[in-house]
């Protein structure tokens, strides 16, 4: 198919054969990239949602946190982190990408688990301090574990978001996906073939994960009847 003399798909198959080791490198980064963003980003987000739960006068600071968080846009928390944060302490792009993407998505799980915990009946907790256990240590025995399994299916969303915001890591220098497909579009002028074989990695790796979110849901529903 030709579109307008612009696209050649001679060219996009040609590319997409020449590319792949570079694409397949470029892969793995960005999903490590995503990788440890979703970790350090449940790890902020279970805290936030906890403090948010304590009581009203720490709900503020939650509340300011995740509205400030979210009222901004990503790719202006990845330039603060890496070029503010470069004034006081050292960080590699990766950890400033990954770092930014974090406290990005740190602002939607602290909501998904704050949503998954209150969904949790009452009763539960009382239960727990009837047979004498702390609030806390009923929220860690009785409390978290449902709640992280409700909360599953909506963190695999935030994951798969993640995935395609990692792209603007781009703007830091990071040869991640898209910036690979950048440097490759440059070199060569294949501008359109490039940037589709780009989406189409783009799409398999959002597949692979949509599957495994999928799989894990189905599971967690198998072990709850």
Do not use: C
């Not at 990788?35 to 987000?45: D, F, P």
């Not at 890591?169 to 359109?192: C, K, P």
């Amino acid at each position: 198919m030709i579109v307008g003399g612009v696209f050649s798909i001679e060219t996009f198959f040609s590319e997409l054969i020449r590319t792949y080791p570079f694409f397949l490198e470029a892969a793995w980064l960005t999903l490590r990239i995503t990788l440890a963003a979703v970790l350090l980003g449940t790890v902020i987000g279970v805290v936030v949602a906890l403090i948010k739960l304590s009581g009203p006068v720490l709900k503020v600071f939650a509340d300011i946190y995740i509205t400030i968080i979210r009222g901004t846009p990503l790719i202006v928390q990845i330039f603060v982190l890496y070029f503010g944060f470069s004034q006081v302490i050292q960080l590699s792009p990766f950890w400033s990408a990954s770092l930014a993407l974090a406290v990005h998505n740190s602002a939607y799980i602290a909501e998904i688990f704050r949503g998954a915990i209150q969904s949790i009946d009452k009763g539960q907790m009382e239960a727990g301090r009837s047979l004498g256990m702390t609030s806390s240590l009923t929220m860690r025995r009785i409390i978290m574990p449902q709640a992280m399994r409700r909360a599953v299916p909506p963190l695999g969303n935030q994951f798969i978001i993640a995935l395609k915001d990692s792209s603007l890591a781009a703007f830091v220098a990071i040869g991640e996906l898209f910036r690979t497909a950048q440097g490759i579009a440059a070199g060569t002028f294949n501008t359109m073939e490039t940037y589709l074989i780009v989406a189409l990695y783009y799409l398999v790796m959002v597949m692979i994960l949509t599957w495994i979110v999928n799989r894990v849901e189905h599971r967690l529903s198998v072990s709850e009847r």
